[in-house]
Structures are given as C-alpha cells and as structure tokens.
C-alpha cells in the first residue's frame, strides 16, 4: 500500500461550499491511490476564529462573528443529502465553538486559542467526509490529533517526527485499505492531549508530515490556482506556472513569501523524496508544478517572491568594536525566543537584521519580548514598513552576470538591506512596503518577459 500511496490536501477555497467540495471528492475518487485526504478549514472561517482569538470583542461582536462562521457550515450541510446524521456532530463543534468563543480567558491563553482555531479544520473535515461517502465510497472522518504529536508551543508547535511516524504506523495504516481517512490539517497534540496548531498554512506541512510518516508516494496541495508560479499573479498578470521545481527551490520560495505553500513543506518531502504536486481544484485537467529533489532544467532565475510586514532591528553598542562575544549574545537571545532572522548585516558597532512581523503572530508577540531582553545588552532600534523581495533561482552565486541584471533592473529604488552569496538560491532585499509592487514588476519584466 505505501509504495502507491498518495496523499491529497485541500486548501480552504477548496472546501468553502458544497460545489467545490464535489469537485474535490471527484479528484479523489479518480485516483485510486489517494487513501489519505487533510483538509483546511473553509475559505473565511479561520480569519474569523483568528479574531475571536486575539481581538478584544464585545459580546454582540462575538456573537455576529460566531453567527459568520455558522452560517458558512450550515450553507454546506444543508445541501448534505443526508445531513440528518451529520448535524448533530456539527452542532456539538458549534456549541464547542461559542463556548471557547465567550472563555473569559480566550484572550490570555494560548491553549484556549489552539482549541477554538481547531474547529474550522474539525467541521471541514466531518462534512468532506459524508460528501465522500454519498458519492458511494468508504470514508473515514479521523482526528489527527491521535497522530500527530507535537511539543507545548501553541500557535506555533514543532512537530515530533518520529511519534508520529510511530502513532501513524499504528493508527493509520491499518484503516488504509478499508476507507479513505478524510483528516484536520494545522492541528496536533501535544503529549498532554491538548490540541496545538502549527501556525497559519499550517495544512500543507501536515500532508507532508503524514506523508513522511506512512512513507507516501505522493503528497498533492490542492489549492486555488495551477501551480506555482513565476511571482504572484495578483502583482503582475504576466506571471507564468513553472511545470516543475527543486525542493530547495520551492523551500526559499515558501520561505520568502510564496502562499502557495507552507515553508516547513519541504522539510518531510525532502527527507523522504516524497514528489509534491500542486494544483488547481477548480481546474484539475490544467496540470500544475511538481516539486523534485533533482530537476531536469536548473535556470539562473526561477521566481520572484515578496513577503510583507517585515521589520530591522538595529542593534548597537560601542563595546562591540573588538569585542568577542557581543554577536553570540544577541542570537542566544533571538534563538532563545524561536525567532527566524532572514537577513544580517553588521558593522564594526552595530548589527542589522530582519523579522517576520504579521500582527496576531506569535512571532509578533516573541518580537516584543525579544526587543525587550536585547534592551538590557545594547541599544536597539527598531523600523517598520518594509516587505522582503526575493528572486530565486540556481547558482546564483556564482555564474556571472547574475546580480547585475537584478541591481540594474531595480537601480531607481533605495534597496534597505541586501543579502547574497550565502546561498546559491537567493537574493533577497529589504524595500519600503510602498515600492515593493512595483519592484516585483520591474524585476520580472526584466528577468522573464524579456528573451
């Protein structure tokens, strides 16, 4: 079973109403291979949870916002041609729903947060299971918590790979053959049984993880356009779907801003050589991009990603002129509080270097605590209203001609920080938020609109 084993997951858009998830039982019934379906939450019903978590509310606010997210699920129920024996299911996630919704403590505990972020995928899953099993197959609606284990981070939980191999091989692979296992994506559990997630897009690094775990195939992120593409298509119509990218290519892609996937993604595939696709629910026939270890064409220049709300921190002291030890001091301190720096430049009195900055992250809570602690080693500044553009391709670092053709097509912007020659598969640059669209554009006119 696992040497043909695919696992398919199916973003939010592509289970926002009942239409849509006929379209994807469709492709799962075509390929008889997929016995494995992880399932976001409907398109709109985590960026309202998202608000019940973290937004001061009143209770008529809680209740008109708890009524949005009812109503997105009953609109799919009720087209259920037996909807009877799902409702009271359903009731019970919705009841669970307005219960943590009115906690009077939703808004200082993480815990309680995870909970009520979990029901979008819960009820997803629950209904995509009985439009499978009306189109005549075997499902199994099956709560991934019981496999997949992580640690105590909720809102950003790192997953314990080799538990859940271990609860996979135990628990998943013995239904396989009896039923497709319709799962939740971004959630898990830690070993206290309480339920964590994996932070936004989290679903993506589920599919992968799970496919890690049972060994799959193939792993398909099933989303709203065909494939990866060039840049975003919403910043230029003349972005193109790639037919296929490297693993590293797509991990510094997902990493520098590309929604397309999660960042983590990578991680499982590569270990494993688990081959990705990813494509249109809507428009299946149209293809989409696999994502490889080794790809048969390796272009200097592949894409072009852009990520928003970055911040620089500055940090300075005139003790770090000749000094040992003033770089281990800041990056224990930013190691300490989990946070990813992207880019770094120094001087011989001062350090510079960028985070991810989303409001309502953890990572923007870790930021103010992290500031904070480097407050009592040196003086630091802080900017804002920066995006980070990054072009990615292939031996970047060495094959000539490469970074003048980035540097001249952007030459009229103020670039804010650079970063090369690390990698082999990126540039990146900091630029104010205002120009960071029309920067996308110039570069990819110049690098692949023009033979």
């Not at 849509?20 to 019934?29: D, P, T």
């Not at 520098?256 to 990813?278: D, S």
């Not at 009592?376 to 209203?385: A, L, N, Q, R």
């Not at 996308?440 to 033979?451: G, I, K, P, T």
């Amino acid at each position: 079973m696992s040497k043909a084993l695919t696992i398919a997951k199916f973003g939010g858009t592509s289970v926002a109403n009942y239409e849509v998830m006929q379209n994807c039982a469709r492709i799962v019934i075509s390929n008889t291979s997929t016995r494995i379906v992880v399932v976001s939450a409907a398109a709109g019903v985590t960026n309202h949870l998202v608000q019940l978590a973290h937004t001061p509310l009143t209770q008529q606010q809680i209740e008109e916002i708890c009524a949005a997210v009812t109503k997105i699920e009953l609109a799919i129920l009720d087209k259920l041609p037996n909807a009877l024996s799902v409702q009271p299911k359903l009731d019970d996630l919705l009841s669970e729903l307005r219960s943590l919704a009115f906690h009077e403590e939703i808004l200082k505990r993480a815990d309680l947060k995870d909970q009520l972020l979990s029901l979008g995928e819960r009820m997803s899953s629950l209904l995509f299971t009985e439009v499978l099993l009306e189109q005549g197959e075997h499902a199994l609606n099956f709560d991934v918590r019981k496999v997949l284990r992580t640690d105590s981070e909720f809102g950003e939980a790192t997953p314990n790979i080799e538990k859940i191999a271990e609860q996979a091989d135990a628990y998943l692979r013995p239904e396989l053959a009896k039923a497709i296992i319709v799962t939740q994506g971004f959630i898990g559990s830690d070993e206290q049984g309480r339920t964590t997630t994996l932070g936004r897009g989290g679903s993506d690094f589920t599919a992968a993880l799970l496919a890690e775990g049972l060994d799959a195939q193939v792993c398909e992120i099933w989303t709203d356009v065909n494939g990866v593409f060039t840049t975003d298509p919403r910043i230029t119509a003349a972005a193109k779907p790639l037919p296929e990218l490297s693993f590293e290519e797509a991990a510094e892609m997902a990493t520098f801003g590309a929604k397309v996937l999660h960042p983590a993604t990578m991680e499982p595939a590569l270990r494993k050589n688990v081959r990705v696709f990813v494509g249109s629910s809507t428009e299946p026939e149209k293809g989409g991009t696999w994502l490889v270890r080794d790809c048969k064409h390796e272009p200097p220049f592949r894409a072009i990603t852009r990520r928003k709300e970055q911040v620089m921190v500055t940090v300075k002291t005139p003790k770090m002129m000749y000094a040992q030890g003033f770089l281990q001091q800041v990056f224990s301190i930013i190691a300490k509080h989990r946070l990813s720096v992207d880019l770094v430049t120094t001087s011989e009195i001062a350090v510079s270097f960028t985070l991810d900055n989303p409001a309502n992250s953890v990572a923007h809570r870790l930021n103010k605590e992290t500031i904070a602690e480097l407050e009592t080693i040196c003086e630091v500044k802080v900017e804002d209203g920066f995006d980070l553009v990054t072009v990615v391709g292939n031996h970047m670092h060495s094959a000539k001609g490469v970074s003048s053709r980035i540097f001249a097509a952007i030459a009229e912007y103020n670039l804010r920080m650079i970063c090369f020659g690390a990698n082999p598969h990126n540039i990146s640059f900091l630029v104010n938020e205002k120009d960071s669209s029309e920067i996308v554009r110039v570069l990819h006119q110049a690098l692949f609109e023009v033979s």
